[in-house]
């Protein structure tokens, strides 16, 4: 029997003695650990469990019943199961962009996982206007391999099935049906957190124009039901370790088989975030750059999904001429629908983005956020013409100039 039998939510005090009690031998019997709690989002508790004398380091990740961001909102605490198996999984896939897990307690619902404290959280560095050449590169190839190879393109079909059976994540999975692609049309829960001074702009262009709702339906039954790829399902830049020469994707507890255009499109909104932070205050050079990696996200990955679909393809269907440049058609029309969908919520709905909320002044903010409406609509609504990098960058330089 160990007190770590029954599962509790637990306090730095207990994490020390739970990782020598689960992971022997990880530290010295006699070693002594301090333990912080540095959690940043909106639903875990993460520790970092420190070797003062060694600099010998571990992340314990452990599922609460009730989320961080809400106490009344309550999702399985099988999410921490389903986040580790996805990171072993991945570190197959795409090696040396994922932290490394040591194992998982299925009883406390937390994971333990390598410490990557050299590296920082990619959207606190982004506003503070940093710069990370690598980005576009580790992203691309992460993408293109997490994903490309999980379908029907590359996998073995009953293989893929199991896997679609095996991260099924309805409660992970509504939160995202009803936050993103449900509740910044129409504020049906009463929970979005609007701008007061966005309140009438809102009202106009996002709760009272039915063409969107109805685009936005359309997007959100194709998230529910094409199970293309084994999807991040939250791959904004608060899930993302950066440092100029490395990048690592972590936190997937949102996995499961859905549409790629949705990971895709998540990154490059959280980019424009970062853009919209860079421009509010006259970082011209980093607003350059992160323009310049929209386009080099889409362009890349756009080359390397053509050369990994004709090295890993196997469907006899899927070698027909023509079948690649419909596939990867389609995956751009769903990057730029889901890309638009991330920009509203996170600027209307109950999850809201620092790299915007924090913006000081009053004007400046209410630009950014009309930016971010405007843009969002013109992805989603003329989603079949975004085909390039260029075209994806042309989308917020329009709505930069709509919104002023
Ligand atoms: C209730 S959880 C709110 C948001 O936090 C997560 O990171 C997901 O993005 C989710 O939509
Ligand atoms: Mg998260």
């Given amino acids: 029997m160990s007190r770590y039998d029954t599962y509790f939510l637990m306090k730095c005090e207990d994490v020390g003695d739970y990782v020598q009690t689960k992971y022997p031998g990880h530290f010295a ?37 009730a989320l961080r961001i809400s106490a009344d909102m309550h999702v399985s605490t099988d999410r921490n199961r389903i986040e580790s198996e996805i990171l072993q999984l991945q570190d197959k896939y795409a090696p040396g962009l994922v932290p490394k897990i040591y194992g998982y307690d299925t009883v406390m619902c937390a994971c333990c996982m390598e410490d990557l404290s050299d590296h920082e959280l990619m959207r606190y560095a982004l506003m503070r206007h940093e710069i990370f050449p690598q980005f576009a590169e580790d992203i691309t190839t992460y993408m293109v391999n997490t994903l490309l190879k999980t379908t029907d393109v590359a996998m073995e079909h009953k293989e893929k099935k199991a896997l679609v059976k095996s991260f099924i994540n ?82 997937p507890e949102f996995a499961f088989y859905g549409p790629m255009g949705y990971d895709i499109g998540n ?98 903010r209410v630009h950014a956020e009309k930016v971010n409406i405007l843009a969002g609509k013109d992805y989603i609504l003329h989603r079949e013409s975004f085909k390039t990098g260029a075209d994806f960058v042309a989308a917020v330089l329009r709505a930069d100039e709509a919104a002023k």
């Fill in 29 to 65: 019997p006699d070693a002594k650990l301090t333990a912080k709690e540095i959690g940043d989002g909106n639903l875990n508790y993460v520790f970092r469990v420190v070797e003062e004398a060694s600099g010998k380091s571990v992340i314990v990740k452990q599922a609460g019943e």
């Fill in 170 to 251: 309805p409660e992970l999975c509504e939160i995202t049906e009803d936050l993103v692609l449900t509740e910044p049309y129409n504020d049906n829960q009463g929970r979005n957190n609007v701008y007061p001074p966005m309140a009438d702009f809102v009202k106009k262009e996002l709760y009272g124009d039915e063409e969107l709702a109805l685009a936005v339906a359309k997007l959100k039954f194709e998230f529910m039901n094409n199970a293309q790829a084994l999807l991040h399902g939250d791959l904004h830049t608060g899930s993302i370790f950066v440092k100029k020469d490395s990048t690592r994707v972590f936190d």
């Fill in 267 to 364: 990154v490059i909104a959280n980019l424009i975030f970062a853009w919209d932070n860079g421009r509010a205050y006259g970082a011209e050079a980093f607003c350059q750059w992160i323009l310049k990696t929209i386009e080099e996200t889409v362009d890349l990955f756009c080359k390397k999904f053509v050369a990994c679909f004709d090295e890993c393809v196997t469907d006899r269907m899927a070698k027909t001429p023509g079948f690649r440049e419909a596939y990867l058609a389609s995956i751009l029309s769903d990057t730029a629908a889901y890309t638009g969908t991330e920009l509203h919520r996170r600027t209307v709905g109950m999850a809201n983005v620092k790299d915007v909320t924090t913006i000081k002044d009053e004007a400046a």
